[in-house]
């Protein structure tokens, strides 16, 4: 499909892009960050595209683009530092929007790109792909007077790096497709705007170590954070300012509306290992919007299969108690595994809540241990206790893991769009994808 189909979808929904930023704009940077940000101040030498979305894309013009994101993709790396590194000197305030440590994180914006160019001849799903990215973005502190300075930097990046194959047309088909995707973020946050904070202060009250680096994080928000049991939320911690980072509530909305997380700390990680050992009550939080479809639909009466490994139990956990709530009754079989019976995390709670609802079934598997009547991978254990082709699945957990237990159930029968899981990698990358890329990754496997 040609990208005047996109241009028509997104007519109405067009904001414009200030040719220059204001010198000043308000911020949503943590509060270590003036509420001030400083932007690119009007006339900076290197102006900024003019984000012109009058000339749609022809599948020629969608051919040089792709061709070029290909002849640039060996030096991807490069690129990317070369890219923050003008944004950084070209726009110094705009540093402060992102992490100290940039390593762990720093194609997340370069891969972002390169799914847009992936998409652009996929109106719908690209429509829908910036919007979420626009009202995501809203946590990060980025404004509409933003993305000319990111644009501008983006340009010259690619410039650099294709050397000759850049051409005047090339650079013009950039500035039309990066305007057509600015237009749409920008329009995104405003709107999110009108309907409800960028994020959320939150305290700690709760902090209690479960054992083998998890640790139990309650948080009391300041004001009431919305989700549905299953969703996720991002979080910005005081150890690591901008570094965001998701976790699932483990359980459904509550009436006091605390949140309580299962975190793991991953060795070497930015975030993870201090909310595990340093974090106390106390400390502040700030979290983003939820996120997330793994939700249960009211209108299905289909049994459940879950399949949960570490951490992973938090959102499925979640999901049981909302059932119970709701008091469906829809037969619950969950799946709870681990490399050995000490690590099998979250176990006995679950175990408690079969016993007071009749509904619901909880085993476990050990993939590394000799134990009678444990032993085996969750999707081995998944597969001998099928047939679940008449359930809906949900899935959480290290990738491996639930592609393996996807694969045992896609043998069972059970459709793809009754496989739910959370996102393999950057959520923003994926979410609105989903069954895309669990096909993709299906097919890769
Ligand atoms: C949708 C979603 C929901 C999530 N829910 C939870 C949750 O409820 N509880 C929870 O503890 N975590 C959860 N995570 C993972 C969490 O968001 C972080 O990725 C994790 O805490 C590591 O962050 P970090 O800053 O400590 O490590 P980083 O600084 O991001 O990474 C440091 C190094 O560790 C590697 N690494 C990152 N994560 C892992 C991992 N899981 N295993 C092995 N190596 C890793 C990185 O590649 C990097 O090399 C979730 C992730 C997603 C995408
Ligand atoms: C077309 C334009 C843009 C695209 C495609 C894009 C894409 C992305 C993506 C995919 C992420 C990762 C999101 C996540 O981790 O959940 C990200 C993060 C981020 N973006 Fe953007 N972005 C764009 C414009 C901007 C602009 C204009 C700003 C403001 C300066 C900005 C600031 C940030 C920040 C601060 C982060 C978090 C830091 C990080 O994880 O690296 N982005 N962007």
Redesign the pocket.
């Known amino acids: 499909m040609r990208l005047s189909g996109l241009r028509s979808t997104l007519q109405d929904r067009r904001t414009p892009v200030p040719p220059s930023a204001p010198s000043t704009v308000p911020s949503s940077a943590p509060s270590s960050v003036p509420r001030q940000a400083r932007v690119p101040a009007p006339g900076h030498p290197s102006a900024a595209p003019a984000a012109s979305a009058s000339d749609p894309l022809t599948p020629q013009q969608i051919a040089l683009l792709r061709a070029s994101v290909a002849a640039v993709s060996p030096q991807a790396g490069e690129l990317t530092v070369y890219f923050y590194a003008i944004l950084f000197a070209r726009y110094p305030a705009v540093r402060e929007l992102f992490p100290v440590?940039l390593?762990?994180?720093r194609d997340r914006l370069l891969r972002g790109l390169l799914r847009i160019v992936d998409l652009v001849d996929d109106p719908d799903n690209l429509v829908r792909f910036c919007t979420h990215l626009g009202r995501d973005h809203r946590k990060f502190g980025a404004l509409s007077g933003h993305y000319p300075a990111v644009g501008e930097c983006l340009l010259a990046s690619l410039e650099r790096y294709a050397g000759p194959a850049w051409t005047p047309e090339l650079a013009q088909i950039w500035t039309t497709a990066y305007g057509l995707v600015a237009q749409v973020m920008s329009k995104a946050a405003e709107d999110d705007a009108l309907l409800g904070p960028a994020v959320w202060y939150a305290e700690i009250t709760r902090h209690v170590h479960r054992g083998h680096g998890?640790a139990e994080i309650t948080v009391q928000p300041e004001t009431p954070y919305p989700y549905l049991a299953g969703q996720?939320a991002?979080?910005e911690t005081p150890w690591?300012p901008r570094?965001w980072?998701?976790?699932?509530?483990?359980h459904a909305p509550r009436p006091d509306g605390s949140l309580t997380?299962?975190?793991?700390?991953?060795?070497?990680?930015?975030?993870?290992?201090?909310?595990?050992e340093q974090a106390a009550a106390g400390d502040m939080v700030r979290l983003g919007p939820a996120?997330?479809g793994m939700t249960l639909d009211p209108d299905s009466g289909r049994p459940l299969v879950c399949v949960a490994g570490?951490?992973?139990l938090?959102?499925i956990r979640a999901l049981v108690e909302h059932a119970a709530r709701t008091g469906s009754e829809r037969q619950t079989n969950v799946f709870v595994g681990a490399r050995t019976a000490m690590q099998l995390y979250g176990l006995d709670d679950m175990l408690r809540m079969s016993q007071r609802h009749h509904w619901l079934s909880v085993r476990a598997a050990v993939s590394d241990e000799r134990i009678a009547g444990l032993e085996g991978t969750l999707p081995q254990v998944l597969a001998e206790f099928g047939p679940w082709y008449r359930h809906e699945a949900y899935l959480?957990g290290?990738v491996d893991m639930v592609t393996q237990a996807a694969y045992t159930l896609l043998r069972q029968g059970v459709p793809q769009q009754r496989i739910h899981h959370?996102?393999?990698?950057?959520?923003a990358l994926e979410a609105a994808l989903l069954p895309r890329r669990m096909a993709a990754h299906l097919a890769a496997g």
Do not use: K, N, W
């Open positions: 440590d390593d762990v994180q998890i996720y991002s979080m690591a570094a980072r998701y976790y699932s509530p483990a997380f299962h975190v793991r700390a991953v060795h070497g990680g930015q975030v993870s290992p201090a909310l595990v996120q997330g570490g951490t992973g938090a959102p959480s290290p959370d996102p393999f990698d950057v959520p």
